[in-house]
Each structure stands twice: as structure tokens, then as C-alpha cells.
């Protein structure tokens, strides 16, 4: 048996798959999730579970468990986006998770390790900043480098002196509003070109508003910073006022008063963001009159195989994307491999041929339509259902179909709902919908394809998400997909149960890795290990 190490591990559709194949044994196990915790637990009971990574002494675990053969795991990696206007933050955490992982197998040495993540991993798009540790390590240096520029202040908001406020702004702070401030102000920002609603939302929360603007005007007594205090008095000034006598007031000069002060505080948000992750400034400058940080980024992939498959750890390295319909499942779904071999072995990795030929991708009748008849409840604590044996069922369904059935559940629908759901045909979605069916969505035409889609029953589903959050339909039922529908169309067994809230259940088996994706994959390394 060799030994494995799953790291980001979720419910455990990848260590599943590695099971399955009676050659690995799952030692131990790293998922934050509370929920998947207990997914995992309760279907891997003798794994060691841990719950943060950046936690983990990997001396302490090999001296617990011994050596570790084989590293698993799907780090989640956002990367950063400049072009990414929807998210406040520039960088996202989960950079630092795909370092984690780099981490785990520099120091645990692993005969092998196969990292798995979406497909769009091996595009540019997914980028790590330059930190101030990166500049001291030559293998992050080495890597093909990309300048960007991170917007500070706006045109709107520059003033005399703007760059030298960023320039020497090395407690940012000390110079930011009260949180609740913060957002209020933002929240009213956000409706600068519809005075009805800002007038809705001033009205709503003025009493507060006034409060942590006065105290405020206390604070701000003790900045030294003038150019701030003026422009944050400023704005108090216009707010107050115009609160007390909308009628006599400029709206247009209200918002102009809001801008500065708000923009300033956007950029120290920003800073105290930048500085908080050590990342690298090169330089602070004007371009187009706005304050930018030059900064620099390097690709995620780059990174990975950067650092592992270079000295002194050396691994050999293959990429591949794989379609789990490939290999068994009855959906189509990209994910993007990594695996690494340590470079004692002389033959490289074979990557495992498709088991399935595409005349015979199995459909989601295979996977679901011996359970169109069993009763579905609405209740994540409802018992489970004894199943009869049946002798018409399908080679996948045969495979997956239990005594027991578990999370047999699905979301309550209202009435409106349920309208829609019977108004759609197989393989129709909400643009499908009679306007009058739409009148609940602001902006209907800006709505995926995916939301409200009535599966076909004679083809593979489209990729398998939350189906709860995007309202996907049975076949042939008014009503919704069930957990265990969903998670059939994974490929998970009826004896592999889900944990906790109904939301989340649906949230775990859209995270997954197919089990028959990651069989195939644990089937194509042993191949290897065993020749050793």
C-alpha cells in the first residue's frame, strides 16, 4: 500500500478515487470547510484530519505517519487580475494556498504528487504578485515576468502632494474611516447616479450615518494629515446638510464631495492590503494623473513548475487536461493535471487512456432514472431509503446504486418556481422562460445559460456546479435536482454520504473531482510505482 496525503481535500471525490483502486492508503487529509470535514470524516473515518495547512509541521507528520509516498489535492487559485474589476481585493488568498502545496512537497519528498485544478490553470490569466520574499529567492526571479500597475487614486480623486501621501503612507490605519463608515459611504456611492435610491438608502441608515460621521470629526483632530481632515470635513459638511434640506441642496455637488474622500480611502484600503502581503512595490507613480504601484506578476503554473521541477527537488513534470466523461462520468467536465515524478524513476508518466469510447458516453438516464420514482424529500435530516434490487439497471448504475440512499434531497421550490419548471422542456434554461416568467430578475438577459436547465435524459450533463444555486431541473420531474442526483452525475456511490447544511452538500458535490477521474489518474500513477 503506498501512502497518500490529500491536501484541499473537500468531500474526498479524489481520495475516493484513489481507494477505489485498493493500492492507497489515505494517511491524512487537509480541508478547512467545516462541512466537507464532516463529509470527509464520516466517509475516510481512519484519515488524520486536519483543518488548516498553514498549519501543518510536516517533520511532525512523517514522524506520526511515516513516509509519505504520494501528495493529492486540488489547491484552489484565483490568481490576480488586474482586468478584474468585480472583486475589492487585489489579491486573493488563495495564492497562498497553491504555495502551501508547493510547500507540502518540498518538504515532505514524495515519490509522485498529482495536483489537479480547473482547466483555465494552464492560461496566463492565473498570475501571482512579486512579494518581498520572492525578490531573495532566484527561482521565483528566473520566471518570465509581467509588469502591472495598480490603480491608488483615481484622476477624480488626485490633489497636489496625492504622490507623496502614497509614497510615505506606511501605517495606512491610522488614516482609515470606522469600518461601518466605510461601507455606508460606499453603499451611497454606489447609487450616485440614481437619487431615489440614494435618498432610500440615506433615509434608511441616517441615524447611524450621522453618528460615525460625528465621531469622525472627533478623530480626525488628531490626523495631522490636512489634505485628509479637509476633505473628510468636506464631505460631513455636504452629507449633513443635505440630509437636513434635500430640497435646497445639489445632489451633483453632494456626490463630488463624497468622491475625494471615498477614493482616498479606497487607495489606503488598498495599500494596507498591498502592504499586509508583503507585496513588491518597484515604484510609485503618476500615469494618466492617476497614483499607480508598479508592481510585477509571474503565472501561477510557471511558479509551480518553476520551484518543482527544478533543483533541488527536480520532479518530473506532466501536464494534461483531462474530461471526466473520458473515463466514465455522465457530464463533461475539463479539469487540468499536474503530476510530478520524482526523478529515481526513469520511465515518465503515463497518462491514462480514455476508458470510454465517445459513441458510448454514458447519459444522465444512466446515472439518475432508476430513481425518478423514489420520493424525494425537502428535509437534509430526513432518513435514508431503502432501495430493492432492480434487473434493468444500467452499467453505471450498477456500479453506483446502494441498498441504502442517502441525501435524497432537494431544495423546496416556490410556486414561481415551479411555474417555470413546467414550462421548460429538456434542455431548455431560463431564456427559454416567457418573459412574464422572468419579472423576478432585474437583469434577465445578463443570466447564464445554466440557470433553470431541464437536463436531457439521453445525453452527459453539462459540468456539474452547485446545482442548487443555478435551479437545475429533472429530466422528466418538476422539481429539482436532488443532492444525490447531482452527486451520482459525479460519480460518487449511494454509500458515500453527504454532511451538513442542504447548501452545503450541494456546494461539495459541485467542488469535486469525479472519483472516476481520479481512479483513472491513481490507476495511471500505480503503473508506474508498481514497476519501481
Not at 38 to 49: A, C, E, G, S, V
Not at 142 to 164: C, Q, R, V
Not at 375 to 389: G, M, Q, W, Y
Amino acid at each position: 500500500m503506498y501512502t497518500v496525503v490529500d491536501l484541499f481535500a473537500g468531500a474526498g471525490g479524489l481520495s475516493l478515487g484513489f481507494m477505489q483502486t485498493g493500492k492507497f492508503n489515505i494517511v491524512a487529509a487537509a480541508e478547512n470547510n467545516k462541512n466537507a470535514q464532516k463529509t470527509y470524516h464520516r466517509n475516510h473515518p481512519n484519515t488524520r484530519l486536519y483543518s488548516d495547512v498553514r498549519d501543518i509541521d510536516y517533520k511532525s507528520m512523517k514522524s506520526h505517519l511515516g513516509k509519505i509516498d504520494i501528495v493529492i489535492g486540488g489547491p484552489p487559485c484565483q490568481g490576480f487580475s488586474n482586468a478584474n474589476r468585480q472583486h475589492s481585493t487585489i489579491v486573493s488568498m488563495n495564492n497562498r494556498l497553491v504555495k502551501e502545496y508547493v510547500r507540502a512537497i518540498c518538504e515532505l519528498r514524495p515519490k509522485a504528487f498529482v495536483m489537479e485544478n480547473v482547466a483555465m490553470l494552464r492560461s496566463s490569466v492565473h498570475r501571482f504578485l512579486v512579494e518581498d520574499e520572492d525578490i531573495r529567492n532566484s527561482s521565483v526571479m528566473e520566471l518570465e515576468m509581467k509588469k502591472e500597475y495598480i490603480e491608488l487614486i483615481p484622476s477624480s480623486a488626485y490633489f497636489p502632494g496625492a504622490l507623496d501621501f502614497i509614497k510615505t503612507l506606511n501605517t495606512p490605519t491610522t488614516f482609515m474611516w470606522n469600518d461601518r463608515l466605510f461601507r455606508l459611504i460606499n453603499h451611497l456611492f454606489r447609487y450616485r447616479i440614481n437619487q431615489t435610491k440614494f435618498n432610500q438608502t440615506l433615509e434608511k441608515h441616517k441615524r447611524g450615518l450621522l453618528k460615525y460621521l460625528d465621531e469622525l470629526m472627533q478623530s480626525s483632530k488628531d490626523i495631522a494629515r490636512t489634505t485628509l481632515k479637509t476633505f473628510d470635513n468636506e464631505m460631513v459638511h455636504a452629507i449633513v446638510t443635505y440630509s437636513n434640506n434635500r430640497e435646497q441642496s445639489s445632489f451633483a455637488k453632494l456626490i463630488l464631495s463624497i468622491e475625494k474622500p471615498l477614493m482616498l480611502q479606497r487607495a489606503i484600503h488598498k495599500m494596507q492590503e498591498i502592504l499586509s502581503n508583503n507585496i513588491h512595490i518597484y515604484e510609485y507613480k503618476m500615469l494618466d494623473n492617476k497614483v499607480v504601484a508598479l508592481v510585477k506578476s509571474y503565472a501561477v503554473l510557471d511558479y509551480i513548475t518553476g520551484i518543482l521541477g527544478n533543483a533541488p527537488y527536480s520532479y518530473n513534470l506532466t501536464q494534461n487536461t483531462f474530461n471526466a466523461i473520458d473515463y466514465g462520468a455522465p457530464q463533461r467536465r475539463e479539469r487540468f493535471v499536474l503530476v510530478g515524478i520524482s526523478n529515481s524513476f526513469k520511465a515518465q508518466y503515463p497518462a491514462p487512456q480514455p476508458t470510454v469510447d465517445s459513441k458510448e458516453y454514458p447519459t444522465v438516464r444512466d446515472a439518475i432514472s432508476d430513481l425518478q420514482d423514489v420520493p424525494v424529500s425537502t428535509d437534509v435530516k430526513s432518513n435514508p431509503i431503502s432501495l430493492e434490487d432492480r434487473d434493468d439497471l444500467s452499467d453505471l448504475a450498477k456500479q453506483l446504486r446502494g441498498n441504502m440512499l442517502y441525501n435524497h434531497v432537494c431544495t423546496a421550490s416556490r410556486s414561481v418556481a415551479i411555474e417555470r419548471f413546467k414550462s421548460l422542456h429538456e434542455g431548455q434554461n431560463f431564456h427559454d422562460l416567457d418573459d412574464s416568467l422572468k419579472s423576478t430578475y432585474s437583469n434577465s438577459k445578463r443570466t447564464q445559460n445554466t440557470i433553470y436547465l431541464r437536463l436531457k435524459y439521453d445525453e452527459p450533463s453539462r459540468t456539474v456546479v452547485n446545482v442548487r444555486k443555478s435551479m437545475w431541473i429533472h429530466p422528466k420531474l418538476n422539481r429539482a435536482i436532488s443532492i444525490r442526483e447531482a452527486a451520482r452525475l459525479q460519480t460518487f456511490p449511494d454509500n458515500f454520504v453527504f454532511e451538513g447544511t442542504k447548501d452545503s452538500q450541494y456546494q461539495q458535490v459541485g467542488n469535486a473531482v469525479p472519483p472516476c477521474l481520479a481512479n483513472a489518474v491513481a490507476k495511471s500513477l500505480l503503473s508506474l510505482l508498481d514497476e519501481e
